[in-house]
C-alpha cells in the first residue's frame, strides 16, 4: 500500500511539473528572430528552423545560490509522437545575447527520456543529424550546408540533449 501511495504521489509529481513546462512553453512568445542569441549567429545562413524554438523575457531559476527570473531560450522536448515532453532551458544575459553566468545556465524541466528537440523538419528526408546540444547540431547543419555535394534542404536535425539519451526518433 506504501509503495502504491508512492506512485501516485510521483506521478502527480510529474503531471505538476509537466504542466509548469507547458505553460512555460505558451507564455513564450518572443521567436527566434527576436533576440540575438542564436540569430546573430545564424543571420549569414539559411536555417529552416521550425517551432521548437522560444524567447522568454523571464523564466525561473532556481540552485542553491541564486533564485530569480531571467531570460532564457526555451526548447520544447518532444517524443517520437510529436508530444510535448518538456523544455531544455538556456538561461540567457539580459541583453539575450549571451548564456547567463550562473552555475547551471541548461535546465530541463519535464520528462527528457527518448525525447529530443526536433530544430529542422524535412518532410522528405533522406539524411539525419543527431547530436547532443542544441549548437552543435546547428554548427553541424552549417557546415553541410557549405558542402555543395549534401542537399540539406532533405536533412532533418535533431538535438536528444544528453549523451546518455538515446531518442527515439519518428
Not at 508530444?83 to 544575459?93: A, P
Not at 541583453?95 to 550562473?102: A, C, G, N, W
Not at 549534401?150 to 536535425?157: M, Q
Amino acid at each position: 500500500a506504501e509503495k502504491k501511495l508512492q506512485e501516485e504521489k510521483d506521478q502527480k509529481k510529474t503531471e505538476q511539473i509537466h504542466k509548469i513546462a507547458l505553460k512555460t512553453w505558451r507564455e513564450a512568445t518572443l521567436d527566434v528572430d527576436r533576440a540575438t542569441y542564436l540569430s546573430n549567429r545564424l543571420k549569414d545562413y539559411n536555417v529552416p528552423l521550425n517551432d521548437s524554438l522560444r524567447y522568454s523575457k523571464s523564466v525561473y531559476y532556481k540552485d542553491e545560490d541564486v533564485t530569480g527570473s531571467f531570460p532564457a531560450l526555451l526548447a520544447k522536448i518532444t517524443n517520437s509522437k510529436g508530444e510535448f515532453t518538456g523544455l531544455q532551458r538556456i538561461y540567457l544575459n539580459d541583453e539575450m545575447s549571451l548564456k547567463r553566468d550562473i552555475a547551471q545556465n541548461k535546465k530541463i524541466i519535464g520528462n527528457l527520456g527518448n525525447g529530443f528537440v526536433n530544430l529542422v523538419d524535412s518532410e522528405e528526408a533522406d539524411s539525419v543529424v543527431i547530436g547532443e546540444g542544441i549548437e552543435t547540431v546547428l554548427s553541424l547543419y552549417l557546415i553541410l550546408e557549405r558542402d555543395e555535394t549534401i542537399d540539406v534542404s532533405r536533412t532533418a536535425v535533431y538535438a536528444n540533449l544528453s549523451a546518455t539519451n538515446i531518442p527515439e526518433l519518428p
